[in-house]
């Protein structure tokens, strides 16, 4: 199957996106540990999600990287 070349709008749209999951996904992390800090009366949860946020954001960075040097190589 020939790969077509993507336009600038639709890579423009798709990087757009990247801005957005790095952080929403980093605070969704956070805030998920935070309420489990609430439910379990502990204090440590909240980095642990935190930290857990931060990787999803990058592991989605990395794998739509990827995604698009191998488009551009085909």
Same mark, same amino acid.
């Given at each position: 199957?020939?790969?077509?070349?993507?336009?600038?709008? *639709?890579?423009?749209? *798709?990087?757009? @996106? /990247?801005?957005?999951? &790095?952080?929403?996904? @980093?605070? +969704?992390?956070? &805030?998920?540990?935070?309420?489990? #800090?609430?439910?379990?009366? @502990?204090?440590?949860? $909240?980095?642990?999600? /935190? +930290?857990?946020?931060?990787?999803?954001?990058?592991?989605?960075?990395?794998?739509?990287?990827?995604? #698009?040097?191998? #488009? $551009? *190589?085909?």
């Amino acid at each position: 199957m020939v790969a077509r070349k993507k336009s600038f709008s *639709e890579q423009a749209a *798709e990087y757009s @996106t /990247l801005a957005f999951v &790095l952080p929403v996904s @980093t605070f +969704i992390g956070w &805030l998920l540990g935070h309420l489990l #800090d609430k439910a379990f009366g @502990t204090g440590y949860l $909240n980095i642990v999600g /935190l +930290i857990l946020g931060i990787v999803a954001g990058f592991v989605k960075l990395i794998r739509q990287a990827m995604q #698009d040097i191998h #488009d $551009n *190589e085909g």
